[in-house]
């Protein structure tokens, strides 16, 4: 006798929606991320430029005088407790060595702002306490739009959740820091610097991102984060 077998074939499963996003839908570039990346560029190329322009047209005599201008206020400096032993090197260099400007990061042109050219940029601003602080909209000095980007600097780099930016903070941001490189572009000796900050940031504002320029941002920002980690991390151990 033949036996028949009958065979259960069970019914297809329904498709199932992946639980990825292919990577060009992931990590593509979007208005956002060209939004966050825009103002990296705006923060980390442009303002430590100015920043560093600044310094030069205050500072008559070039990176000698620098140097001996931030040795004069070694123990100031080295009592705030907010730098890495990297950067209080590249401050105080060993064997007689130069302060370099281009070494410079925005902490440290910060620090030589805020303890050694503190009169220059506002006067008394040393005793008044006005360093550290969120400035008044209103405040148009020097001093506030050093303060300015120090905080918007802050801010975007340590509490940033994602590599994204929506248009409303975009806006506000760049704006702000807009108006305080403005500042500081006034204060700059034309006879030292051709740059001309408010056209640059016009510039950069309407550039494309370039994939290999964002990696390059990649990298400068986690260094950035790293920096203001490590300062907030000294700050609350010197003032426990």
Known sequence: MIRRYMYHI?????????????FTQLYETTPETAN???????????????????????????????????ASEKSVII??????????????PSNNGLVTYHSLDFTLMY?????????????????NKRWGK?????DTSLLAAIETIRGCRNTFFAHAPSSKLNNKMFN?????????????????DRKLVSTRYKDEIKKLKQSSTDPKLRQTMIEKIEIERRFIDLYEMEGMFSSS
């Not at 069970?10 to 292919?22: E, N, S, V």
């Not at 990346?37 to 303002?47: E, G, K, N, S, Y």
């Not at 500072?59 to 201008?69: A, H, M, N, V």
């Not at 620090?111 to 005793?127: G, P, Q, W």
Request: aromatic share 6%; hydrophobic share 40%; charged share 25%.
């Open 111 to 127: 620090t030589i702002c805020r303890n050694v050219l503190y009169n220059e940029i506002e006067i008394d601003s040393r005793n």
């Open 172 to 188: 506000e941001t760049w704006i702000a820091i807009e108006k305080a490189v403005i500042t500081i572009d006034d204060q700059l």
């Open 36 to 70: 966050f990346f825009r103002l990296a560029r705006l923060i980390l190329d442009v303002c430590n430029d100015a920043m560093r322009d600044l310094l030069q047209s205050i500072i008559s005599g070039g990176e000698q005088e620098l140097t001996k201008r931030v």
């Open 79 to 92: 009592g705030s407790g907010h730098l890495s032993k990297n950067q209080k090197d590249k401050l105080f």
């Open 134 to 138: 969120t400035p008044q909209p209103t």
């Open 10 to 22: 069970p019914a297809a499963d329904p498709p199932r929606m992946p639980l990825w996003k292919p």
